[in-house]
């Protein structure tokens, strides 16, 4: 999987290994695919933006130092070759931040090159557009909107896709259908200029650790690219139906907000400072609990925050690697999972507590998250799907009790800290209540270990965060019982799954990689220091070459599947990248 995002916290494109859009939607992340050819097979009718340089012989691809800006240069045998400068504007402009629905790609001359530029805009998932052409643009007719191509190329030579030799830099900027105004190179460069400024100001602001800062810092730029930055939304990944192993079924679209996810996203995050993405996403979730007035949240909603996302299979694409089905849409939407109430809490509680803020959280903020707090009372010890979105069976998943939990026992800290004393007995009486239930029904006395289920005995990769969540600690034996099994059931060589049972589509063939991250945090906090480094460093050799990760491993092959770049996974790195490395103080 070699696949390079670009983006502006409003749109994105994934660019491949030639240099190909292939993925990319509009007016938003969760839009028609103007780039659908990622979901096809072998060679694709539409939906692709390929700049083509005659006699290639090699191609290499780097992002500049600190930023999404990707820079592919194309070189033949003779000397001749481009590099192609591929970006979305992303600044502040008065008073706001500018993040056009557009894409801007600049291609620079070395020697005497002949190059083809083939732009084939899709719609509707897969139907090639009906286009117009004027004197320096060309227009796309999607169906819901129309993108307008402004290039000062040979405007006939890229609608014939014809070789023509390049003899200056040329620029094309791909956007809404308005007409542009001023100079295309110019302003281009200037947008180039002001969007590596921009970057590279909001990584300035980022505490990373000494060791694995490239890790960290190429992580983190694109969980902030996965933010909606309009609403705060954060996006599970940029991508759907890439599917969890060869012809599995197992395609989904990730294309939305997942509580659980964002929780973890912004968690990550903040572990870095990077503090605006967690006030844009709090923001979208006041919106959220404001419209379930203290009733059912759902796993997940649309960056709008929409709250139907009916599921639906799209035929006209094949799917990756010709591994259908395409899907639209999530039935999960309509799932019940209880944790999703602890992660609203763990998500608002630092906004009690930290004074960077722009906002911080006050009495009516703590009385709103207080019906959250009620659901997740009155739906710790009851069934839902769980975390991995069973489709066909219910448990009352430990998982989901724990997070319950820490609603609660937060909400006891967030009282505490705006002087409630009365609020913070409350929910401290209803937190010892939940512990001591969770307690007696996960732990299995015969087995010595926690169960991921109050009925069973099942092993579950998700056990291990109840570290992370403070409801056990790592000196507790009935922590380290609970790691030893999990262990020993689920890691496949340097790598876990997430459960070894059969679901709703039989055995699960790759392993998760965030699992695999929480098992390095565990190893770590139990004192086996070098396990943990040494998985961890394989986990980093398993990156694309983007530096990021999907969301699936094969554990025998080592080769990514799943929806990408998949912010667990990208979690993964940061929080172990944190935890793992030597401080600053031992260079300085």
Not at 456 to 469: E, R, T, V
Not at 505 to 518: D, E, K, R, S
Request: charge should be negative.
């Amino acid at each position: 999987m070699n696949l390079w995002p670009i983006g502006n916290c409003q749109v994105s494109a994934l660019v491949d290994s030639a240099g190909r859009f292939v993925w990319g939607c509009v007016p938003r992340v969760d839009g028609d695919p103007a780039f659908c050819a990622l979901l096809g097979d072998g060679e694709p009718e539409t939906g692709y933006w390929s700049i083509d340089l005659e006699d290639r012989v090699s191609t290499t691809q780097g992002y500049l130092r600190n930023t999404p800006i990707l820079v592919t240069t194309h070189m033949d045998d003779r000397g001749n070759g481009i590099e192609i400068t591929d970006f979305c504007p992303r600044f502040s402009r008065e008073g706001r931040v500018y993040r056009p629905t557009s894409y801007v790609r600049i291609v620079r001359p070395i020697g005497s090159p002949r190059i083809r530029i083939a732009l084939r805009v899709a719609t509707d998932w897969g139907t090639p557009t009906e286009r117009t052409q004027g004197s320096n643009h060309i227009r796309y007719l999607m169906t819901q909107q129309t993108l307008r191509l402004t290039t000062d190329a040979p405007v006939g030579h890229i609608a014939a896709e014809q070789w023509f030799r390049l003899e200056r830099p040329i620029h094309m900027f791909l956007g809404p259908d308005e007409s542009f105004a001023g100079v295309l190179s110019e302003a281009s460069r200037a947008m180039l200029e002001r969007t590596t400024h921009e970057w590279h100001h909001w990584v300035r602001g980022l505490a990373t650790p000494v060791e694995w800062q490239a890790v960290v810092i190429r992580a983190a730029i694109t969980l902030k690219l996965c933010q909606h930055e309009e609403t705060g939304a954060i996006v599970a990944a940029l991508t759907t139906s890439l599917p969890e192993h060869a012809d599995s079924g197992r395609n989904w679209d990730y294309r939305y907000c997942w509580i659980r996810d964002a929780y973890y996203t912004v968690q990550a995050l903040n572990r870095l400072g990077a503090l605006d993405v967690l006030e844009g996403y709090l923001e979208y979730l006041r919106n959220i609990v404001d419209a379930a007035r203290g009733g059912h949240i759902q796993p997940l909603y649309g960056v709008g925050g929409e709250a139907t996302l009916v599921e639906r299979i799209e035929t006209k694409l094949p799917g990756y690697r010709a591994m259908g089905p395409v899907r639209v849409g999530n039935q999960a939407y309509e799932q019940i999972q209880h944790d999703a109430y602890g992660q609203i809490v763990l998500s608002d509680v630092q906004a009690f507590f930290d004074t960077r803020l722009f906002r911080m959280s006050g009495v009516e903020d703590f009385h709103s998250l207080e019906r959250v707090g009620e659901r997740a009372w009155a739906k710790y010890d009851q069934p839902d799907a769980g975390l991995w979105e069973l489709r066909t069976k219910s448990h009352v998943h430990t998982y989901s009790a724990a997070m319950c939990w820490a609603a609660c026992d937060r909400l006891a800290n967030a009282a505490q800290a705006l002087g409630l004393e009365e609020r913070r007995a409350f929910w401290q009486e209803r937190a010892d209540l939940m512990r001591e239930t969770i307690e007696q029904s996960a732990w299995r006395e015969e087995t010595q270990r926690m169960s991921a289920t109050f009925g069973g005995d099942d092993l579950d990769a998700s056990i291990i965060q109840l570290l992370d969540l403070r409801f056990l600690s790592p000196d507790d034996p009935r922590f380290r019982s609970t790691l030893d099994a999990v262990e020993k059931g689920l890691r496949r060589g340097s790598h876990m799954l997430r459960y070894a049972t059969e679901d709703d589509f039989g055995l699960p063939h790759t392993a998760f990689n965030v699992c695999t991250f929480w098992l390095i945090e565990a190893l770590y906090v139990t004192g086996r220091h070098e396990d943990a480094r040494a998985l961890f460093e394989e986990m980093v050799a398993r990156c694309t070459p983007a530096g990021l990760l999907s969301e699936d491993i094969d554990p025998n092959t080592g080769e990514l599947w799943g929806n990408y770049p998949q912010t667990y996974s990208l979690v993964g790195l940061i929080n172990c990248a944190v935890l793992l490395s030597k401080p600053w103080s031992a260079v300085r």
